[in-house]
């Protein structure tokens, strides 16, 4: 059975750092390339980027790029998405999805991430 | 970018009806349309890939059809547990995947 388990749920505080996780089981790791969806509160989905487990190849969305970063350990198939520098603005919930064909058939239980002073 | 509408933005309908909701993109994506579920507190889920295909464990009352600019998601049959936001998602090279702003439907 195919399966993406995020990590838990995240309170911050503006400027802090933060990394979190989805871990894969039920198929190759190395086999589809896996990206991260954000919803903010209330709205729709927006897809960030995704990266390729097997040589960490990554790609992002323009208004993604150098805000976050990607990154696969294929030793623990697991998948990154981390700030250096949080926002108020950073605050959603955050899924990681697995790509098949031109879509995302399989999707983490999402993280909600909480940026507050 | 190519920029996704759907329509309506949010419906009401009573169980048993035919839904339909339409997306449309601003430019020719040929069938790279995809449609997802979303119930309230949960992941979206996968239902429509390819503007007209039904992914493995789909209930058969949903489907979609569509090319170029213009796709159509249907409900043949309205359940109680429909009851969910809707989203078209296409592919374009750059900048990558967009979903359109998502149809609510209630009951």
């Known amino acids: 059975e ?50 390729f487990p097997t040589n960490s190849d990554t790609k992002y969305r323009a208004s993604f790029q150098g805000q976050v970063t990607i990154s696969a350990d294929k030793s623990i198939s697991t998948v990154y998405l981390q700030w250096s520098s949080l926002k108020a603005s950073d605050t959603a919930m955050y899924y990681c999805v697995r790509h098949a064909r031109h879509d995302f058939d399989f999707w983490g239980q999402g993280t909600l991430v909480t940026v507050s002073s | 970018d190519i920029q996704m509408t759907q329509s309506p933005s949010s419906l009401s309908a009573s169980v048993g009806d035919r839904v339909t909701i339409t997306c449309q993109a601003s430019q020719d994506i040929s069938n790279y349309l995809n449609w997802y579920q979303q119930k309230p507190g949960k992941a979206p889920k996968l ?7 039904l992914e493995a464990g789909v209930p058969s009352r949903f489907s979609g059809s569509g090319s170029g600019t213009d796709f159509t998601f249907t409900i043949s049959s309205l359940q109680p547990e429909d009851i969910a936001t809707y989203y078209c998602q296409q592919y374009d090279n750059l900048p990558g995947f967009t979903f359109g702003p998502g149809t609510k439907v209630d009951i």
């Open chain 2, 47 to 53: 239902l429509i890939y390819d503007a007209s295909n």
């Open chain 1, 2 to 51: 195919v399966q993406l388990v995020q990590s838990g749920a995240e309170v911050k505080k503006p400027g802090e750092s933060l990394k979190i996780s989805c871990k894969v089981s039920g198929y190759n790791f190395a086999s589809y390339w896996i990206g991260w969806v954000r919803q903010m509160p209330g709205k729709g989905l927006e897809w960030m980027g995704l990266v």
